[in-house]
């Protein structure tokens, strides 16, 4: 994860501060695009898009408030807000419109970093907690494709991985293995249920017999509490 580039887009008009905020996050290994007006800093959250914002709130065009505004409703991405020192109305109304963090001018380069290495540890960590499907005592990490059960990691084979997703999307739901066929699989014909068949006995296999129940001539259900 660490060696991928991560992208900072810094708003801010004040030159000076835009060219310190620049170089400090270049410094620490991040691609960094500096603009410095608010319709500019909405295009480029679009054409980047970038892993985190640091933005001024005070800005030509439009302010960093309503520049927050717009680019959450599109897509949600962490935001560093820099306000004027004291100013508690752009603090409160920056946090209301999708701000994670803010800091109060002047600040010390080294905070800054700090703040967008925070930053982009939380959303990395929401990110692989909502890729994580717990179900009674089956756990699926879709981002890692890893599966334990009873807390005990089990191996799967890339089919028996996503066949198993597919049953876990619709617990205690019988799915025809025509279907299961057309979705895991990609055929849109009956002639392979042979195959969902014994992908289904590879999943009882490795993850114990009771986790999948068979509904005779239709096809099958993960039997597990939601
Ligand atoms: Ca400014």
Redesign the pocket.
Known sequence: METVERRVLVV???RA?ADAVAARLRAEGFRVEVVGDGPGAVAAARRIPPDVIVL????PGFD?LEVCRRIQAERPVPVLM?TARGDETDLLVGLAVGADDYMAKPFSMRELAARVHALLRRADKVATAASIKRLGDLEINQAERRVLRGGVEVHLTPTEFDLLVHLAGRPRTVLPRERLLADVWGWADASGTRTVDSHIKGLRRKLGADLIRTVHGVGYALEVDR
């Not at 001024?56 to 800005?59: A, E, F, P, S």
Request: no cysteine; net charge negative; glycine share 10%.
């Open positions: 801010e008009d004040e501060i001024d709130v005070m800005l960093g820099l």
